[in-house]
């Protein structure tokens, strides 16, 4: 275990990172930035601070034996902190401290990173660094390429502005360091200040994690506001995949509103709506609800029935396929994009290496040595199943727990819709009654957001703490385990309302004279007629505009401000002004004051639901794209703001992809698929309307059906209690009454049984999901199939580059090293900014080059 | 392009492979031994033959004017050798001409490639290399460990024997070469054989491809038969996994096994066979053809109902999810082994490289820059989707074509069928008729079967025109296109019969009164009462033994042994005699009578057929684990021994994963899934025997089910002249006769209209394929996220590895090689081979070490 650690550094997460310098800091007055550039140095002005360390230590109070033993404490954590100090020194690393901060109580040690160590830490982590050789990218000119560079450049305000330090047609070559070769590398890239930053940082954490946590209290780094802002490749690649996503948006949204328009402009032309509107088709419908309601008239129902074909149309079936090919294509999308990175950012020869072993982990396994040394000698190196199962056993439970918490919350506003529903009716007065729909929806759809809103917040706490129970051995697994845990419970939390609405409302009703009751009094609901699709769509987008509105934007610029005031009141006992602390501060001291980066988490978490949003349902609501669309060029913005201004400087963190995220997103898309399939066969009644077409109709038109799915009750059938108080409402005495079912007349032998149209229909939407499913996997499987995961022009440069580096290397070996000669007499820096096209002049060829040369 | 091909060693595959001796090799006798060892080294006796070119020398015959063309001819042919004679020299290798050979028109040059040859190229390639220091590989001690062990221990008679020659619990530590690091390296295990041959293949294989094919006849290897075989990890590969493929079958055969013993055992509890055998039962069956057959009493059926039985009943479907699961816990495992296989041959950080291009591809560039001269100055460097557009229409249309072949064929023997069966009906003789069904559907099996041979051979000829037409730019594109399209025409032709007998014969009958004609005279084929899932289980069974029986063994170990003995009669034509020949030739003489070696393809193929037929209709055919299981363990024999004995050594070729095989693979399993559903609820009576039970059944059990299933008709409604010329053939008239289907009676308001129970059992069925599909695919998704990738102590041992590395990296740099002493003080090379543990006694601390020990 000990040799573990000793060598972690070499298992450590390796970072290097791009730049990512947002244009709308660039202007800076000069004032400003001298005022940033105070405290970027060392005393001498020489050596630049990589890395800065903080602690606080805290005034003692209290009575005598209290502030004597929070003394010994204080004194014990200086001893550690020294220890720590004389072990960054052992590595070479250089420290000065900041002993009269400006904040009283907060102490800093600044670091630096001399050459040397660079050097060696660079070699060890086997870094590849871009050499001094520049080559020429080959622009490809085909026609998609061509599209693509349009397409990029319409969508260029969508993106934060990155400015490009080097011309886009040059790549240096890049190879792991190693000393060796260390004329080749650029040094004045290698010197700026974020890859020694990131070596300090690596062996800061290294340490950092061996000693206990109370010791240094936070560890954050210099955020040099003036010069390029570096994130490093994981939050590089959130942005990336938060811009490729809304990219891919933006046709998706198109065709949705293209969609939708579809659906306004053909209501009029839709034969169901048309009859059920007709005041002549007085069809009389069986009551709502027992006893107080009474028959009504379907043509009443004109207005729902209209609306519910905006999203109830032939090309929501075409909009769903459409989708799911989306889905599809952007995970292609982003494969390609993420390689065209990890090629770009000098990552394709990295591996992601096993992390080092949490603090926590550790503690765990050394509490268990300790209870277990009376009995064996062994040294005890791991947590076994068994050690873990009691924290397994309490996850299981209390993920079930809060799924059944979840169930229970959405089963209660059912029961509260039911039961005010019923309640209302009950009312004398008629301008209630006639409010009681739109009452009850309104109110029904806030409570739900604002419990899922509050379960949100609930939930993150209950997976950190479940996580944290369980003891992951690693960081990226602690990640992980939290990150699956999370999002199941915020997935069902925000989904579990909408599949009711989708799946089972108005299914569980039963029929007249043989209702399903709840606790048995209350009927179960049943959806407006024409479908349950119109109000999963009010459901779908209510939550959809609340959680965006809400959570996304107030709570995540809000929160981060207000915690930044409070910690500036706190500190505020200070005797100094603002205006003065402000020019007095040195810039760590200023980036005290903010928020530290608590991860990407809830940030990819916000979109994948968003995801869901817009494929799972998107059947029922051809806008989510749309709404998802507006949404994401603001959170762009927002997040890229916060990142820059409202938190420390991120710990540049090393990656080559999105992690687990990807693998949920993939898992997203395919319950989408499934989900779909259901949503158009069972929600929607897009199968009844084709079966009646093909199968019933006798003119092979709409016309007539209505009245074919409209099953008849003999209202004497009613049990007693349970008719209606004014059965002669119309005037007239009803004898039978209509209600939407495909089941046997009364008259009939079996009267009120399933009849053979309600099982061709099913057989027919069964059918429906089979074909739609397997034929969306097998399209979705083409799509994979057909576009390679590595961008073609990529494959040939990491290639080129190969055959390039052995030549470089070749020519060095002959003692012909044309371009190092070259680099050599003039600055050597100066190369590495501009890019000469001199070195691309053909050199004396090797022998062996000429030789093969020879044979053509 | 030059510049491509002058460096394109570091592109071409790199080789490195494993040692594969087989037991039965090890018996040869010193005399034996002494032979082998003839012809190994050069005239010198000391500088050892790694690689062996030959060409052949026509002896010019006929006028004089041919003569003269023939040897100007030659001439060229020997300019171009000497040419690329001259360059391997340039190169740095030794070359000896063995100009007096013994086989006439043969010549032979033998290749040595010295020490700092092999430096250099190891160097450029990266290969990895193990250094001298070992590490012990800690044995994990839980149970999974044990039992695989013992497993592995019981199936140790089903591998090839491969001789390990190091202790399994120690492991080289392996790096990349390079010439500073030389002296950390076995130099003993550098120089044995097979790295030099290896290098010198790359070289030869390099300017092979850049000089024209014609010059070089072939290239072969030594075949050293003393020392161990090695066929390169891409074959190493291929045994892996059909090692894994035949482990795994052994749990599914067993299953299978049981399933099929479950059914035996059953069968006589079945309540529909034993109503259909009961002779009281006596119902009368409308006549299965026109005019010449008579009504039947179904009692008659009672054999077929048993044995059906057999093959349909519960446990079926539980075999067809078990087998989908093992499917996808194959993949898994596979998944797994690989990673295993390619940490112990050291290729972790080896990437697939882009490949060389063809010289077929070259050569049409060049053809096409040459046309395109006059036109304009560019040079012309590649094929664009115009140049091939030709060539993919052609595709397309001869897959189409082939396919299409491959549907006319079924349709063929289909119309045999129902013409035969209608013609021997027609016979007068009583033993014909009685022998009908026999004879008939023995002979369509036969007919099938042959043609399914036939087909075979001629799609792989087909497949491969194809691709040389296409002209795929490199090898690996090339083998990928060919494993495509053969793979696609050789499955349709396997599995169409057997696709036509599960889901369409017997549906496409129609029914009595108005049945379904082809030709307007035959009527289509029913299914034997009892489902088709009998004759679905007879043709699967006769293709499948007869496929692995005539043409994986026959012709497998058949034509190469004809071949052999073809050309050693055509080489007869010298004086000497059989015996003193095998004497006298040196090794490599001896081995240009053998087969080349023709690629893996073959051998996939015919296993991944193999896996279709275990997967895709298992639930109709229990056993076929079993037969797929006794195949292979003849077929992994049979192959090793052809690999050993009867062809030349193949080239040895690295690879770290088995390709498009496993994306094949995995699409046959994503297949089989929904097959399996299809079968289990369309062609076996599950679903129907379910739907009766639950929800028509009066008493909850089967009884009545029979009766159920039938529907009526009435004679006097049979079209004119289809009647039975017998009405009265059990001396009754008969008015009502039934049929399989679910109709509704002829004294209905609606007669013989689809009833209300068909669609009830559709719905189902279709809702059974629903579940069925998606259950298999999430249990396969879990175990795919359940069983990790990278088998847990593999990623702690490469985790290890590094650390070692980095320790021993370090101890070299800081003056204190503690190993590296104490190993040249002795002689070196026993270092390699004995694992000495001194170098694991705990050597001088780095600093770095001992800092960050302290900190513990």
Redesign the interface.
Known sequence: L??????SL??LLHVWFKSAYFQRLKALTPEENTRSQHGLFFQDGQRRVDYVLTYSVKKSSGSHSTREIFNSQEDQKAFRRE?FEG?LR??GLELEKDEDGKIPGVYFVKIHAPWNVLCREAE?MKLKMPTKKVYEVKQSNSIVEKISTLISKILEPLHPHVEEHQPKNVKHLSHTFSR?KQHLVCRKQFTSSFVSVQIVVNKGKT?YT??SICVIKMIFYLFPRVFRKYFGEKIGLYFAWLGLYTQMLIPASLVGVIVFLYGCATVDDNIPSMEICHPRNNITMCPLCDRVCSYWKLSTACGTARASHLFDNPATVFFSIFMALWAAMFMEHWKRRQMRLNYEWDLTGFED??DHPRAEYEFKVMQKSLRKRQKSQDKIEKLTFQDRLPAYMTNIVMMLLMIGVTFAIVFGVILYRISTKAALHMSSSLITRNHVQLTVKTTAAIINLVVILILDEVYGAVARWLTVLEAPKTDKSFEERLIFKTFILKFVNAFAPIIYIAFFRGRLVGRPGSYLYVFDSYRMEECAHGGCLMELCIQLSITMLGKQLIQNNLFEIGIPKLKKLIRYIRSKQGAFQEEERQKKLTRYETDHFLEPFGGLTPEYMEMIIQFGFVTLFVASFPLAPLFALLNNIIEIRLDAKKFVTELRRPVAARAKDIGIWYNILR?VAKVAV?INAFVISFTSDFIPRMVYQYMYSPDGSMHGFVNHTLSSFNVSHFQDGKEPMDPSHFGYPVVICRYKDYREPPWSNTPYEL??EF??V??VR??F??VF??VVMLMN?IVDWLIPDIPKDI??Q??KE??LL??LFMKEEQGKSYIIDSSTSTDGKENCSKHNNNSKVAPPRS???T???K??
Do not use: C
């Open positions: 000990r040799q573990n650690q000793d060598y070499l298992s220890e072990k052992d590595m060890f060796e340490i061996t000693v290496e096993e898992g499934i009849s053979k099982w061709a099913l057989a069964l059918a999901v089979i499913q397997n499987d494959s040939l990491i290639h190969k055959i052995v030549e022998r062996r080059h030789n093969s040369t044979s053509f």
